[in-house]
């Protein structure tokens, strides 16, 4: 069974960077496309960015354009998550989705 591990969350002051890692075992097929969402207690889990399978095309939602670049390494069954210029509104539990599976998240805290 398909099986989706974050890492890499942490506190971060306001401005600074963080990278967060989605690590994919236990497919027995080549790994789709993949997804990162975030959610804050008492909202919807909302999509942050997304990337294809070969890893040539990607999406972001509108409130992390040119600060989030979502990055693959299909030799790892990784998927990145660089956040530059990071700011409160950032802070959330964010979390890897591939399909239907999703993993557990990872919590990313953004101190002003």
């Known amino acids: 069974q398909m099986r989706l591990v974050e890492s890499g969350g942490g506190l971060t002051q306001a401005g600074g960077s963080r990278t967060i890692s989605c690590v994919v075992s236990?497919?027995?097929?080549?790994?789709?496309?993949m997804a990162w969402w975030r959610q804050v207690p008492g909202k919807e889990r909302e999509l942050v960015a997304q990337i294809n399978t070969s890893g040539s095309s990607t999406g972001y939602a509108d409130a992390v354009k040119g600060r989030f670049t979502v990055s693959r390494d299909n030799t790892k069954n990784t998927m990145y998550l660089q956040m530059n210029n990071l700011k409160p509104e950032d802070t959330g539990r964010y979390y890897c989705?591939?399909?239907?599976?999703w993993g557990q998240g990872t919590q990313v805290t953004v101190s002003s």
């Open positions: 236990g497919s027995p097929f080549k790994i789709g496309g």
């Open positions: 989705n591939v399909g239907l599976q």
